[in-house]
């Protein structure tokens, strides 16, 4: 007798569909995410990570980890229309991008009737300064840092006075964006900007935690606890005044 006949012994069965969905998703979780389940359970927030450098109109390398502006602006649309999401976290731990891209996705989070929140975690560098205060509220870590310094060009760069023209006038959009979404004055960001002797390229000033508190960049220290309980009053607040006005109607 051969030893698939052998009593007491099956031959290799095939694995149902439904099992071979089901170890299919288990294996993508695994790859995505490094775990084997994820936290179930519907949430009336919406969180928005922004990470890596931010990509806008050119490719980054592929081996960069970015965040696209196209695929952000769209989120946040999304968000902003559906009924469900009450409250927007957005979470930073970025290097910088994009000038432009950076401001379009602050001007967008800045305009939205919904409450939002931000939390620096790691790193709010650069353009990531706009975004971090264009929030009804931000909060940075102990230990997470945010780096401000004039706008710099990569590549081929014209040297006419057009070219600083145009660095000067986009600098002045940033400068404004930070001074009116957050409490620090024109004078004191200009001067955190163009100190020297801090920076590899000997301009700029990198401030950490307590010092962006400080200087009225951010709101206040804190972690994801602190910021989903802002985040979770404001949405209170937001629904008791849309009760007042609906009865006073």
Do not use: W
Not at 68 to 94: D, F, M, R, W
Not at 140 to 152: D, G, K, Q, S
Not at 155 to 169: A, R, S
Not at 203 to 217: E, P, Q, S
């Amino acid at each position: 007798m051969s030893e698939k006949g052998k009593p007491g012994e099956t031959a290799d069965q095939p694995i149902p569909p439904e099992e071979g969905r089901k170890t299919s998703d288990v294996t993508e979780t695994i790859v995505q995410l490094g775990q084997t389940s994820i936290p179930s359970g519907e949430s009336n927030i919406f969180c928005l990570t922004i990470i890596g450098q931010i990509e806008g109109h050119l490719m980054l390398p592929p081996q960069n980890k970015t965040t696209k502006y196209e695929h952000v602006i769209p989120q946040l649309i999304a968000a902003e229309q559906n009924s469900k999401v009450e409250g927007l976290l957005i979470v930073l731990n970025t290097v910088g991008g994009d000038v432009e891209a950076g401001l379009a996705i602050a001007e967008m989070i800045a305009s939205m009737s919904k409450p939002t929140v931000t939390i620096v975690l790691g790193g709010g560098h650069s353009i990531g300064v706009p975004i971090a205060v264009s929030a009804d509220y931000s909060l940075i870590a102990e230990t997470a840092t945010m780096t401000i310094h004039p706008i710099r060009m990569n590549g081929l760069v014209i040297g006419v006075p057009q070219t600083f023209e145009y660095l000067e006038k986009m600098q002045e959009r940033v400068t404004r964006f930070v001074t009116r979404h957050s409490r620090i004055t024109e004078e004191l960001f200009k001067q955190l900007m163009f100190k020297t002797g801090e920076l590899t390229r000997d301009i700029g000033t990198t401030v950490i935690g307590g010092d962006a508190v400080k200087h009225g960049l951010i709101d206040t220290v804190g972690g994801l606890g602190e910021a989903l309980r802002e985040l979770n009053r404001r949405i209170k607040e937001r629904k008791l005044s849309s009760t007042e006005e609906t009865i006073s109607e």
